[in-house]
């Protein structure tokens, strides 16, 4: 499974991005689909998920109300909206595919990346 996300850039504080996921060589649909976020020096960080069906969602305390996690299983695409965006939300941002869940354990497949930085 190869996994591809874009959309990142540089934007200002209260700005919005729209990341996209596309998924190769599996069906996106028997998968849960998760964001994650490393910023310079700190871990990785669970930022969204999705469950296999699109049926339940589960975010970051930090960007709950801000970002929505969504999918599109014809497309095999993956996206995730982010308003509202804050300076502490620079990173590189990252898809991945497994298990419905907030750790990166529970991921088998992850993209390259796609950085996101918000200016103050």
């Known amino acids: 499974v190869q996994l591809q996300a874009f959309g990142g850039g540089l934007v200002q504080a209260g700005g919005s991005l729209r990341l996209s996921c596309a998924a190769s060589g599996r069906t996106f649909s028997n998968y849960a689909m998760g964001w994650f976020r490393q910023a310079p020096g700190k871990e990785r960080e669970f930022v969204a998920v999705?469950?296999?069906?699109?049926?339940?969602?589960d975010y970051a305390e930090s960007v709950k109300g801000r970002f929505t996690i969504s999918k599109d299983i014809a497309k095999n695409t993956g996206y995730l909206q982010m308003n509202s965006l804050k300076p502490e939300d620079t990173a590189v941002y990252y898809c991945?595919?497994?298990?419905?869940?907030?750790?990166?354990?529970?991921?088998?497949?992850w993209g390259q990346g796609t950085e996101v930085t918000v200016s103050s």
């Open positions: 991945t595919i497994g298990r419905f869940s907030s750790s990166v354990r529970g991921y088998d497949y």
């Open positions: 999705i469950n296999w069906s699109a049926s339940t969602l």
